[in-house]
Structures are given as C-alpha cells and as structure tokens.
C-alpha cells in the first residue's frame, strides 16, 4: 500500500516547554492509524502539528509525498487532509445541514448535494436532524455531524482527535462502528484516542505515545495484547 | 411573498418600512410640519443609521468588540470634506460632488481600515477591544495636526505635529482657501449633504451588508464568530475574511462620515472620540447584535431622544440612562419576549440573523 502520510522526526515546542521530542510514524492508503497515551503525553499536539495548526522547529511531514510542513492549516483541507477537532468543535447556531454545507467550503458548490447525500447515507441519525439547530443535538450526534463535516471535503486523510471524549459507552460504541464503516468505505483515518482499548481494537496500526515520544509501535492485535500496554492502559 | 425564504421576506420588510419612512419624511417636510430643528436632525440621523449598521458587521456579525469606529467616520469626514472643497471650481454639480466625496472618503477609511486591521485583527476579544479604542483615538489626533488648504495650484498639506506652524505656512496664493485649520477643525465648508443622499445611503449599506451576510462569505465569517477552530478546520481562512469584514465595515463608516462632514459648516476632529465610538455601539447593542433592523430602530430611538429632551436640561442624560435601562430590561424579561413574539412573523426556531 502507498504511503499517505509522513512524519519524521518532528520536535514541538510550547515556549519553553518541550511538548513533541522527536516523533516519527505514517499512515498507508487505507488504514487505520491510532496514536494511544495518557493525557499530556503529546496526541493532540502531534495532530494539531500535522493539521498545520503548530508547527515543528525540525523533520518533515509530507503528504502523498508533498512536504505539507508549514503549510497554514486552511490550504491543507484542500490538499485533502480533514480534521475534527477535540471537543466537537461544530456551529452551534446552524443548522445540521449548513454545519455540512460549511464541511464543502473548500469544494465547488457543484458537488455539495452528492457530497450531503454521501455523508446522509453514511450517518442517517444527521438526515433526520437534517433542519436542526446543531446546538440542541446530543453529544454524540455532535461527533457524527463534527465527522460528517470533514467528509464533506472528501478528505484522503480523516484526522479524528478523541471522538469519545466526554461520551457514554454506549455512544463511544457507535463512534467507533461508524470509524469501522468508514475505514470499510476506503476511508484512510488517523486516530487519536485515550481510551486505548476501542482504539487498539479498530487500528491497524498503533503507536503510543509518552511525554511527547513514541515508546511503543504495532499492530493493533500486538499492542492490545502486549504487557507493557496492558498495565499502563488497560488496567491490568 | 409567501414562497420567499423568511430571511428574505424579513429584509423586503425592513427596506419596505424605510421606503415609507423616507416618503412620509419627505411629505412633511413638503407640507413644513417638521420645524428647523427636527429637519437638522435628519442627515446626522441618516449618518448614525450607517455608522450602527457598519460596526454591527464588525461586532455583530465578525463577533469582534470594536471601539474605534469613529476613527473610520473621522477620516472619511475629513477626506470627504477635502474633496468637496477642492473639487468647487472643477465640479459644479452638488450632488457629483457629494457622491465623489462619499466615495473617497470610503476608500481612505478602507485603506485606514486594511492598515489598522493588519495588526489588530491578530488580537481577539478585549485586547482586539483596547487596540481599536488606541487607533480611534490615534486618528483623531492626527487629522488635529492637519493643515490643508487649497488654491489653483493643487492642495496644499502639512502634517503640523510639532503645532508649529499656521495656516501662514501653506503658502496659498491670493484665491487659495484653507480648508482644515488643525485644532479649529474644517471651517468654512460649503454644507452639501441632503437627507435624500442619506437614505441613498442607509438603502446602499444594508443593501451590501446583507448581500455579504448570506453570501458565502458571510458564512464563513460567522462561521469564525461561532467557532474559530472548526472554521479552520474545514478550510476557511481567518484571517482574510476577518479582514474583508473589517475593511467593508471601515468604508462604510467612512462614507457615513463624509456624509455627516458635509453637513455642517465647522467640524472639529475632537467630534470623533471614543464618547461617538460607545454611542454608535449603544446603538448596534441594543438594536440586538447581528440585527440589521434593530440597530436602525436603536439609531434613530437613541439619536432623536436625547434631542427631543433638550428643553429638559440637566435631567436630559439621566432620562436616557433611565430609558437604556428600562429597555435593556424589558428585552430581557420573559413576559415582555413572548409579548413581542406575538408580532413577529415568519420566524420559526431562531433568528436568522
């Protein structure tokens, strides 16, 4: 398979704050890549770097074998890299369907209506709220929308940061069949997650992360089943 | 009208209920109803109405708290009053020249506003909020350092920021005439504004400011407002459209300043402080931010009440305190919300504004 994504080697700075020592990891074509660790370890921080919203002092980060670093985090939906932000960052005062039209920002108005439907079919919960005020959804029809918006751009790279946070189980269940669906649809997706074991149980591919480097890789299968893993995620 | 969408048919109604407000106006100054008085308060009315439209683009619809907007009608007063003074013998024609120095005095405002925005528009919230209220203040004083003048050799300009110099020392020649005297403000303007031109105008600004509303910038814009991460997110660039708010908002303040400049035949910058600034934003907070029709009802309510309480002397400001409250009050109570409802039509689930 292709490689999509690359990071290598890439060192983040908060002022003086070292947040991301040295990070290396891709994504294939295809696959489903999580980044696992405890909070403050650096996931998000690795994603917003990738997004284009930080940027790294060293290393490179290409994208379908462009180097994307420094490139502002606006130009890169239309080099085809999505992001959902943390916390279900939607509209709140639009409705469902304008949250969506505002996922095609950068697309010509030609394809909203095929790009809505595909979205529609992939979460039919956000065909139903189609007229809704986004502000008045649950949370976890929020996450749907927060994700159905980043379709909208027909992203070759889905970039989901947290999708459980602030969940029910019984949600975070949903989430992660719809990440399934959409891994099955041929959606290549970058995973960034806390709770280590749904994320370990969709990924291809894992890496965790620890005070900013990544001190395990994987297949999904080894990581779910390795000691070191177990104690420190899994409770035991 | 029925097969409109509701925002559309909310807009036709308010340019429907300023076309009859601008007949019956014009019909009772006809019929000499409207005394001296009250007829002078018709073009500074008219400027108002654009200045609270204009910065509820910046407040209401870019979310952004600006204090310096009357720095933008500052220096399209002065740009307008320049152009209106030198162009007498070139261009005869009042109303050319109205609209000439109206456009002017947009662009220099707009430019102000690009120069300003660069830096500003990098800040959020209160910092955005003091640096403005700086360059409003900034702009007053600088068009209190000018000296201009004009004569058949062209205009005639110093920046006098030493207070050094006099009007001496623009060397007209015989038929020159000075035009801004520093401190003493514009004198000796020839007033050319007309109420007529300011409904053209009010009719122009919400006609542009609500086209930009639902265009797909406006989304974006808002889009910024509601949530600067997601906005960036998919695709959209902040600081661009936060930018092409900011300018239009300026020129549009610019205009209404040229307009206002060519009202009166003396005009000192020190009109321009922060005390216009705070009185167009009591306007664009009351009228309901975002909300094009209120902040023309605001504009005019709070523009004519503290006039009309004139003969009230001492009392009259503590009347208009007492009347901002009140209604901030009565907006605020639940009784008086779902007695309004009543009278609002075509609105279901929200404002769309």
């Not at chain 1, 940061?161 to 990440?179: H, R």
């Not at chain 2, 006609?207 to 889009?223: D, E």
């Not at chain 2, 216009?276 to 009802?297: A, D």
Request: net charge neutral; glycine share 10%.
């Amino acid at each position: 398979m292709a490689e999509l994504l690359n990071v290598n080697d890439i060192n983040v700075y908060y002022g003086a704050i070292h947040a991301i020592k040295g990070v290396s990891f891709h994504v294939d074509e295809g696959e489903i890549v999580t980044l696992i660790g405890a909070n403050g370890a650096g996931k998000s921080t690795t994603l917003h770097t990738v997004s284009g919203l930080l940027h790294s002092k060293t290393g490179s980060i290409s994208f379908e074998g462009k180097n994307i670093a420094g490139v502002p985090a606006h130009k890169l939906v239309e080099h085809g890299l999505a992001h959902v932000p943390e916390g279900r960052r939607i509209f709140l005062q639009m409705t469902v369907e304008e949250n969506l039209e505002m996922g095609a920002f950068t697309q010509p108005n030609a394809n909203t209506p095929a790009s809505l439907e595909r979205v529609y079919e992939q979460f039919p919960r956000l065909k139903e709220r189609q007229r809704q005020i986004a502000g008045t959804l649950s949370g976890g029809e929020q996450q749907m929308l927060a994700m159905g918006r980043a379709l909208m751009s027909k992203p070759k790279l889905l970039m989901l940061d947290e999708p459980s946070m602030g969940l029910a189980p019984i949600l975070v269940e949903q989430i992660f069949d719809i990440i399934r669906q959409l891994h099955q649809a041929g959606t290549t997706i970058l995973l960034v997650e806390q709770n280590a074991q749904m994320a370990l149980s969709v990924a291809d591919r894992a890496y965790v992360l620890e005070t900013g480097k990544i001190t395990l890789s994987g297949t999904g299968d080894e990581l779910i089943h390795s000691d070191e893993v177990r104690k420190a995620y899994l409770g035991g | 009208m029925k097969n409109l969408k509701p925002h559309t048919r909310r807009n036709l109604i308010t340019f429907i209920g300023l076309a009859v407000v601008w007949i019956v106006v014009t019909v009772l100054r006809g019929q000499g109803v409207l005394g001296r008085s009250a007829s002078g308060l018709l073009v500074p009315i008219c400027c108002y109405v654009v200045m609270a439209l204009s910065l509820n683009l910046t407040v209401g619809i870019m979310g952004e708290l600006s204090l310096g907007h009357a720095g933008f009608m500052g220096i399209g007063a002065f740009t307008g009053i320049i152009v209106s003074q030198s162009l007498m013998r070139a261009v005869p024609s009042v109303p050319l020249r109205l609209i000439a120095a109206m456009l002017v005095g947009a662009v220099f405002a707009g430019i102000f506003g690009f120069l300003i925005g660069i830096p500003v528009l990098r800040l959020r919230g209160d910092y955005l909020a003091i640096v403005t209220l700086a360059f409003g203040e900034i702009i007053k004083e600088l068009i209190t350092c000018l000296l201009v003048g004009v004569d058949e050799h062209g205009l005639h300009i110093i920046f006098n920021y030493k207070g050094l110099k006099g009007v001496e020392d623009l060397h007209l020649s015989e038929t020159g005439q000075v035009i801004i005297k520093g401190a003493q403000g514009a004198t000796g303007t020839q007033p050319i504004a007309t109420f007529n031109a300011g409904m053209i105008l009010i009719f122009l600004t919400l006609f542009i400011i609500l086209n930009v509303i639902y265009s797909r910038t406006g989304r974006a814009i808002m889009a910024i407002r509601d949530n600067r991460i997601a906005a960036e997110s998919v695709g959209i660039e902040i600081t661009r459209h936060k930018m092409i708010a900011f300018v239009m908002s300026a020129a549009m303040a610019g205009a209404a300043g040229a307009l206002y400049g060519l009202n009166y035949s003396n005009l000192v910058a020190a009109k321009f402080d922060f005390n216009t600034s705070i009185l167009v934003l009591v306007f664009v907070v009351l009228g309901g931010l975002g909300n094009m029709r209120g902040s023309i009802i605001a504009a005019v309510l709070l523009y004519v009440l503290p006039e009309a309480l004139r003969s009230m002397h001492d009392y009259r400001m503590l009347i208009y305190a007492v009347v901002l409250i009140a209604v901030m009050l009565a907006t605020n109570s639940p009784i008086a919300q779902s007695f309004f409802a009543r009278f609002r039509f075509g609105r279901k689930g929200g404002d769309e504004e």
